[in-house]
C-alpha cells in the first residue's frame, strides 16, 4: 500500500499549479505555466489564445502551445532577446501593429452581426 499512497500523493503534486502567469496583450492573452515532469523537473508551457468567431457569431478560444525544458531555457532567452532586438531595431517600439489592427477588425465584425435598423423606417 505504500506505493499507492506515494503515487496518491504524485497525482495531487502533479495538478497542482507550480507557477501560472497570464498576460493580456492587445487580442491575445499569453499563458506562462511551470510544471513538473514525474521526476520533479520543471519545464514551462507558453500558450498563446486568441478568441475566434464562428460565421454564427458563436465564439472559441484558439490556443497554441509551445513546451520549453530548462535545458533549452538559455538558448531559447538568447534567440528571443536577439529578435526582439532587431525588431525594435528595424521598426522601433510601436505598441499598435497590423496583428492587433486585424484582430480588432474581426472582433468588430463578429461582436455586431447586425446593422442598427429603424424599423419604423421599413413603414413608410
Request: a negative charge; zero cysteines; proline letters at 1%.
Amino acid at each position: 500500500m505504500e506505493g499507492f499512497d506515494k503515487n496518491a500523493d504524485f497525482e495531487r503534486n502533479d495538478k497542482e499549479e507550480i507557477f501560472s502567469k497570464a498576460v493580456r496583450a492587445g487580442k491575445r492573452t499569453y499563458f506562462f505555466d511551470v510544471k513538473a515532469t514525474r521526476k520533479n523537473d520543471y519545464y514551462l508551457t507558453l500558450t498563446e489564445s486568441k478568441k475566434r468567431f464562428e460565421d454564427d457569431g458563436r465564439f472559441f478560444f484558439e490556443k497554441h502551445k509551445i513546451f520549453l525544458y530548462k535545458e533549452d531555457f538559455d538558448k531559447f532567452s538568447e534567440g528571443l532577446e536577439e529578435a526582439i532586438a532587431f525588431i525594435k531595431e528595424i521598426q522601433g517600439n510601436e505598441e499598435t501593429t497590423n496583428a492587433y489592427k486585424e484582430d480588432e477588425e474581426v472582433e468588430q465584425v463578429a461582436g455586431t452581426p447586425y446593422s442598427d435598423i429603424d424599423f419604423e423606417d421599413l413603414h413608410k
